[in-house]
């Protein structure tokens, strides 16, 4: 086939992936580096199988034990972090970062372990009242926020696309029954946020774009008519569709605009895009580096990362366990088998990953602080190992010190001071000025994270 | 479906007022009913106890003006079928007092459907599910083209089907990847007018090293030699799209007593890599010696096979590859103790041949039914174009497209052509548009504009039994408005079910119906089932499933999925559901459950005996695998899906703080073969006690039936340990089998006494107690999810009346599959002539 040159330039900017684009632009805004102030961004990550919990029920530890050198809980008591094997890479960060103890989103007990993964970053109550999933934490705040930078948000995992219902490969949801598809390519994701016009002029790129929005608008048009001559249930299907292609239309709007900004310089000195899951230190760091690279740029501010899901046994993070540490099995078997030795190195292993990340943010100035000042970073899982209960997370939090957010402790949520992990969703909001009250069963903000 | 004790359905937060009833109806409930309740119920649905969170203190008569119709169902249901009041209960109301109940409550519900309260709201405006849409491009181009697996998945709920409004939901990002997509169908169907390059690639393979074994042109079962035709041919040059052809010339060796060895080609990615994405080409049975080779040929869409992105070496970019290999998939239980190849079955391979793409026609037929041979196209080209693309949207649209639809689409051609400056690439651009509109992507409504209701149901019709679009005679008989006339309707559902296309509606129906998919993602564990998942070369080594061959369990999805389609076929009575005088099976699979006499991969009808402990759907692997742990049975997920899938209830999921009944997912050998134990734990507690009453007898008697499909009434001691197959310590495989014996010594108890039922005594006992017993109810059930599957929504209590027709239709043809096929092809609900 012959590509036509505009061709493949409205497909990159079409593209959707993982780069989705959030509503409304707003009119007669400035774009980048749109306000004085500094930006305010968020990541929320995804660990799969659960995190090694030993002496206690529920992962909760037994008090009258000594604490566990290997347990993901880094001491045992509630209050200031001491830090364990396992958690022992966060040490540098003490001041940064935070653990949770007994939170959990209700809408995911009844789905089980596995499946209450789905639910993690959207607290949908999948099982119950809703039958698909609902708005995830990164999306809402791309809503309100996603119009200054060149793309809302970024959603990216490791194994790609969607998945399905309880065996979900992204974190990211649209609202009901919209996931935004993952992406788990480093190149790919390089060159749709850092070179999306594909080598094209600018000139070329504006043409395709105008043409482009004018057959929308013949699309909606006549969309608009086949509406008007259904009956009232059935217009409210179609208008699910008129708002879709309102918002492509949006975001040929907004490919256009930004057409007239640069496109930020990157230094891609130490980024290995052609990291493979044969080396899996290598590909999750990379991914990590492109989170940071987009984040420092200010290419978005708003990011998810499936770290991994919790169905992997079709893909290469089955074998992440035994690449990392020889471990002589599917990584998934260590959460039932939970061997003493390998638990506890693998929940290690991810810890050093993901403190990496945390490391690199703070170690890069920014206005009176480091980048990770004004980053809020949620890792976590959606069950502790035990039968893969779907009660009391792993739920680790940094960064945002500088947007309101306290650090350095173990919270403890057990028994009746329990509150919904929303809780926290909301003060996470808060933090990069997102004024919601509330998200999905959340009863108020999380008093505990703030300073 | 229809709830019994369930929690969803059910409204508990519903209170209604115990107000003085004025009218008729209610002067009887005050005197019959509520005095019933107050009687036989209230002690555990009142104030005090509120089991699955059932209320019954505080119902009034509301019934008759409407109000909460599921509820008073449910109601209706329990005391019909005798489920409540349980049975264990000392006072139980005679049959004279149950009916004065039920009556009222029918009654009620007749009357109120008939004044139409809690009218429907269900919109039948819905999107394609993926499968649809993948199979509607499919017929409107004239061949497949891999499309899904660039769309976000559809949502799954178990025991659901996904079909309905409340899932085909649709978001930017689905209509991003309906473009991107579009713009690839349109890219494949039409061509540029001058012939491309054609591609070609050829292998040979002669018969060097026969000295030290086979030679370098065979593929043994188990291991190959480097360098031998197993690697198959790699191709560094292709088109991008296009049709192939692909000619092998091969034979096979086989030994006595074997009739024939089945070949197998695929392409793809390089097996060696990482990721060994492929698809399959195609498949023969080979039964020629290689004195008498045959040349196979195999065509398809280049387009739908992976490759490997060419990577940079040294700066220099290397081409994308493809790899063609061909594969023996011999099996016929035969374990490999050895390097035995040369008493087994062998195929020879002398030469492979690729050519891409086919240009004997150029344009090819596919292009030229999108843009036709015609005077008009030099005489007036607007004339042309417009009748291009009223052709084409009126296939895609599933009706006639509008003069309005025409002009825009005109209009999008218009505003492309300048810059494609070509018809063909113009036309591309603008039949995408057609591809993304809504009236392609949404189900056809009638609209008493330009859709009649008859386009409606040629739809229905056509997505019920084909999941596709309607075919030319479907929309001529539209047109002529003929789909109303019974006869024609049950002329054209049996014409449809007779078509190939029928096997997508059967996969996509039972996948759903009976919660398949799982099956495939439970994790069998290897040390008690060493031999099951794995495809090994050479040595003894315990390996996992290659995603690039079939293994026992995707046969055994094609064997339910085949074996409904095959009950179907036959107009079967629906008591074959439980129990069938044949399997569906070919050679791996009847290996793997013991029957003899059946050679070759292809699925057929095998007669059974009752030595095969075999039959129905209850004893299928695919049901048995999914709904165990992978180490043992697991008698409530089983008793689960036998009581959601079968008997058509609806099983409230247990509290979520309950632990899982068996940690055992990948567990160790021993732990896992203490569920008796573990079920024990669910009587201690009364809270477990009332729901796993109800629900374990179903289950037990699974129990002689391993977590791999096999009948297997004995099991290793507690805590035996079963090691895997050794070399050093068995010996051979008849010492593994001496050894098993000496571990699988305890007989498994699989006696149960089922609800409202008697004892049964395993699954010979189970099987025909529903027959005898349940039939109505399991042909309700099938009846039922049928016609939710057909309507693409969930059935309410206003369906009630209309699904009892329907089944005392059935009921006259002994509720034989194909004929209730029919019956709800005819009805008034799936015509949508219901109450006009």
Known sequence: MKTKSWYLNRRELLKGGGIALALPLLNGMSLAASSKTHPKRMLVSYFSYGAYMPNGQHGIPNPEKPHNEWSWWPCRDAGPLTFNKSSVPFEPLKEYVSYYRGLDHAGGWALGGHSSGDVFATGADMVGTQKTNSISIDQIAANAHGHQTRFASMVLGTEGGTGSYGRSKTLSHRGPGRPIPSMHKPQEIFNRLFKPYAGKGVEQVRAGLKREASILDLLMDQSRSLKNRLGHEDQGKVEEYLESIRSLEQRVERTSKWTHEPLPEIDTKGLNLEASHKDPKEYIRCMYDLVYLAFQTDTTRFASLMLESENSSQSELWNYATYVLGYKGATHDIAHKRPADYSGQWDRWRSEQHAYFLQRLKDTPEADGNMLDRTVVLWGSAHPHASHSPKNYPIHLAGGNKLGLKHGHLHSFEGDKKVPLANLFVSMLNAVDVPVKSFADSTGPMTEALA | ?836
């Not at chain 2, 052509?417 to 018809?423: A, V």
């Not at chain 2, 005392?808 to 005819?826: G, N, P, Y």
């Open chain 2, 1 to 836: 479906m229809r709830g019994i004790v369930s929690v969803r359905n059910l409204g508990f937060g519903l209170l209604l007022w115990l107000g003085a009833t004025t009218t008729l109806a209610g002067e009887e409930f005050d005197r019959v009913v509520a005095p019933f309740f107050k009687a036989h119920c209230v002690k555990c649905h009142g104030p005090e106890k509120q089991k699955g969170k059932v209320t019954l203190h505080n119902v009034d008569s509301g019934l008759a003006a409407g109000k909460s119709l599921e509820r008073w169902e449910l109601i209706l249901e329990v005391l019909e079928s005798g489920e409540m009041p349980p049975e264990e209960e000392a006072e139980r109301p005679d049959a004279a007092k149950v009916g004065a109940v039920t009556k009222w409550i029918e009654t009620g519900l007749r009357k109120a459907v008939a004044q139409g309260g809690e009218t429907l709201v269900a919109p039948q405006a819905r999107r394609l599910t993926n499968f649809e849409y993948e199979n509607t491009i499919r017929d409107l181009i004239g061949f497949r083209l891999k499309l899904t697996d660039n769309l976000p998945k559809d949502p799954e709920k178990p025991y659901h089907f996904n079909n309905t409004a409340e899932f085909m939901l649709l978001g930017p990002e689905q209509v991003d990847r309906y473009l991107e997509n579009a713009r690839k169908v349109m890219t494949s169907a039409i061509v540029d007018p001058e012939k491309p390059e054609v591609h070609t690639a050829r292998r040979e393979w002669l018969r060097h090293g026969l000295n030290r074994g086979m030679g370098l042109d065979e593929i043994g079962v188990w291991g190959n030699r480097r360098h031998s035709a197993s690697g198959g041919m790699g191709l560094k040059s292709f088109p991008s799209t296009g049709e192939f052809v692909i000619r092998v010339q091969a034979s096979a060796i086989l030994p006595p007593g074997v009739k024939g060895a089945p070949l197998r080609l695929i392409m793809g990615q390089t097996l060696s890599g990482s990721t060994q994405r492929v698809e399959p080409v195609g498949s023969a049975y080979l039964d020629n010696s290689p004195d008498e080779p045959r040349v196979l040929e195999f065509r398809g869409r280049i387009e739908n096979y992976p490759l490997t992105r060419g990577r940079m070496i040294r700066g220099n970019q290397q081409p994308d590859s493809r790899v063609i290999t061909p594969q023996l998939l011999y099996d016929d239980g035969t374990l490999n103790d050895g390097n035995r190849n040369l008493t087994m079955p062998r195929i020879v391979i002398n030469w492979i041949e690729f050519e891409a793409p086919v240009v004997d026609v150029w344009p090819p037929a596919h292009h030229r039914r999108i843009l036709f041979d015609s005077p008009l196209r030099e005489s007036d080209p607007q004339a042309y174009v417009r009748e291009v693309i009223r052709r084409f949207a009126s296939r895609a649209f599933r009706r006639s497209a509008s003069e309005a639809e025409v002009n825009r689409f005109e209009q999008i051609y218009r505003l492309v052509l300048p810059e494609l400056k070509t018809m063909e690439s113009a036309m591309r651009e603008t039949l995408a548009m057609v591809l993304i509109s809504p009236q392609f992507l949404y189900h056809t409504v009638a609209d008493g504009e330009v859709t009649n209701r008859q386009y409606e149901l040629a739809s229905r019709l056509s997505y019920f039994l084909w999941g596709s679009m309607p075919d030319k005679e479907l929309m001529e008989l539209a047109g002529q408005g003929g789909l109303d006339d019974p006869k024609v309707m049950e002329q054209q559902t049996r014409r449809l079910l007779a078509d190939a296309r029928s096997q997508d509606f059967v996969r996509n129906f039972t996948m759903q119906w009976m919660s398949l998919a799982k099956m495939k993602t439970v994790p069998i564990n290897q040390q008690l089932f060493p031999r099951f998942l794995y495809y090994v070369s050479v040595g003894e080594r315990r390996g996992t499933e290659q995603p690039y061959r079939p293994t026992i369990r995707d046969y055994m999805l094609e064997e339910t999925t085949g074996f409904v389609g095959e009950l179907i076929r036959r107009n079967a009575g629906v008591a074959n559901v439980v129990d069938s005088e044949f399997a569906w099976l070919n050679q791996p699979l009847a290996a793997h459950y013991g029957v003899s006499g059946v050679e070759g991969n292809h699925f057929r009808a095998v007669p059974l005996k009752s030595e095969h402990r075999l039959g129905g759907l209850l004893t299928q692997g695919s049901i048995l695998i999914g709904n165990g742990t992978g180490s043992a049975p697991h008698p409530i997920y089983r008793a689960v899906w036998l009581r959601e899938a079968i008997l058509g209830d609806d099983v409230a999921d247990p509290p979520a703080d309950v632990p899982a009944l068996s940690d055992s997912a990948g567990g160790s050998a021993e732990k896992a073969l203490t569920i008796k134990d573990l079920l024990a734990k669910h009587r201690q507690k009364e809270s477990c006690r009332d729901c796993h009453a109800r629900l374990d007898p179903w289950g037990i008697p699974f129990e002689h039936y391993n977590a791999i499909g096999k009948y297997q009434p004995l099991v290793p001691k507690e805590g035996a340990r079963v090691s895997g197959f050794n070399l050093q310590t068995h010996g051979d495989l008849a010492g593994y089998a001496d050894y098993l014996k000496t571990i699988y010594t305890e007989r498994v108890d699989a006696t149960a006494r089922v609800p409202r039922g008697p004892e049964v005594n395993g699954m010979a006992g189970l099987k025909a107690f529903l027959k005898k017993d349940r039939r109505d109810e399991i042909a309700e059930n099938l009846l039922r999810r049928l016609l939710s599957y057909s309507l693409g929504r969930d059935l309410t209590p206003r369906d009630r009346f209309a699904v009892d027709a329907m089944l005392q239709e059935s009921a006259t043809h002994e509720h034989r599959l194909l004929d209730m096929i029919v019956t709800i092809c005819q009805s008034p609900l799936f015509k949508g002539t219901e109450g006009k």
